[in-house]
């Protein structure tokens, strides 16, 4: 449990939790894609760790696991940043409660979306273009099969 002051918004809360100096400054998403709308942070390229520890997702406001999700995430980071390092990123998505599948798991944290390529291509996009938004160097890559 955690006991902390109100905070302003979704980022000001995330570096409450985390710390600036862990974080950084955090890079911003919001995109859209059909009845899917991405909002989130991720920390800039230059600022990234050995594991994924900081990467957190959210469906509809619940913290979720999703294999193709955390495979765009994982995808992203790769085009945009050093194999072996991996940024933080919290992401928010929010689907229409008839396209997405919460009951998949007993604990709810899985989740299946009735169209998983179209959540994979908006996570991918959004974040690559937020990894690359702060580095001076811009590189365009093929998006990689679902």
């Not at 938004?133 to 590189?139: F, L, M, Q, S, Y």
Request: charged share 25%; no cysteine; proline share 8%.
């Amino acid at each position: 449990m955690l006991d902390a002051p109100s905070a302003v918004d979704r980022a000001a809360r995330i570096l409450q939790v985390f710390g600036k100096p862990t974080l950084g400054e955090l890079e911003p998403l919001d995109a859209r894609a059909g009845p899917l709308r991405l909002t989130g942070f991720t920390t800039r390229g230059s600022i990234t760790f050995p594991s994924r520890r900081y990467q957190y997702l959210f469906v509809n406001g619940r913290p979720v696991e999703d294999r193709s999700l955390s495979k765009a995430i994982l995808q992203a980071s790769r085009d945009a940043i050093r194999l072996d390092r991996h940024p933080a990123v919290f992401l928010f998505l929010t689907a229409d409660p008839d396209t997405v599948d919460v009951n998949v798991s007993p604990a709810k944290t899985q989740v299946k979306f009735a169209d998983a390529g179209t959540a994979y291509r908006l996570v991918y996009h959004a974040l690559h273009s937020a990894l690359l938004a702060g580095k001076e160097e811009r590189r365009l890559r093929p998006v990689p099969p679902d």
